[in-house]
T-cell receptor
Framework: GDSVTQTEGQVTVSESKSLIINCTYS????????LFWYVRYPGEGLQLLLK?????QKGSSRGFEATYNKETTSFHLQKASVQESDSAVYYC????????????FGSGTQLTVMP | ETAVFQTPNYHVTQVGNEVSFNCKQT?????MYWYKQDSKKLLKIMFS???????VNETVPRRFSPQSSDKAHLNLRIKSVEPEDSAVYLC???????????FGPGTRLTVL
């Protein structure tokens, strides 16, 4: 079936350092999945951070970027300089825009930014 | 700004009891969802519902059922809880045919 893999359960980075959170997907039944990053800040609901629907395109929001790489089936999240306020849980997800539109999530990565 | 509301925040109950969780959205969406987040933090869709159809994930036990009074509300009822039902339940909403979903803060269920 279709799935999303986030290999790191927890990532700790010092403030102002760069960040990469890995995400790979398997979309055996979806020709062109839409890809997402969602974020959950402490005490808040899950919210959409960015979405990319076209292979090769880059999405960006709040200083975060992710590029849809169909060759490596990856959608890694990057930020050049993290802030303490970026501490949250980040979820990679995909959907089938020609089918059910339902979201399939990765297991999430807890980011802790140290001051 | 919160637009998907869930109550209660937490609920502790015993095996065999019935529980019901509420969800309301003020975004004007026509489709709502329930997800289960287990102890491994995996988020899995349970139901998606609009006024035209209910889609049920085939892995969801029959003791779970969604209940809707209108397109802004979708409650989740568990008829007879079991220990493996302990989890966080997330409600979400969207427009039908759109995959950008908006989530509530979740309800944490603990079954003793």
């Amino acid at each position: 079936g279709d799935s999303v893999t986030q290999t790191e359960g927890q990532v700790t980075v010092s403030e102002s350092k760069s960040l990469i959170i890995n995400c790979t997907y398997s979309a055996t039944s979806i020709a062109y999945p839409n890809l997402f990053w969602y974020v959950r800040y402490p005490g808040e609901g899950l919210q959409l951070l960015l979405k990319v629907i076209t292979a090769g395109q880059k999405g960006s929001s709040r200083g975060f970027e992710a590029t849809y790489n169909k060759e490596t089936t990856s959608f890694h999240l990057q930020k050049a300089s993290v802030q303490e306020s970026d501490s949250a849980v980040y979820y990679c997800a995909l959907s089938d825009p020609s089918g059910s539109w339902q979201l399939i999530f990765g297991s999430g990565t807890q980011l802790t930014v140290m001051p | 700004e919160t637009a998907v509301f869930q109550t209660p925040n937490y609920h502790v109950t015993q095996v065999g009891n019935e529980v019901s969780f509420n969800c309301k959205q003020t975004l004007g969406h026509d489709t709502m969802y329930w997800y289960k987040q287990d102890s491994k933090k995996l988020l899995k869709i349970m139901f998606s519902y609009n006024n035209k159809q209910l889609i049920v994930n085939e892995t969801v036990p029959r003791r779970f059922s969604p209940q809707s009074s209108d397109k802004a509300h979708l409650n989740l009822r568990i008829k007879s809880v079991e220990p493996e039902d302990s989890a966080v339940y997330l409600c979400a909403s969207s427009y039908w045919g759109r995959d950008e979903q908006y989530f509530g803060p979740g309800t944490r269920l603990t079954v003793l």
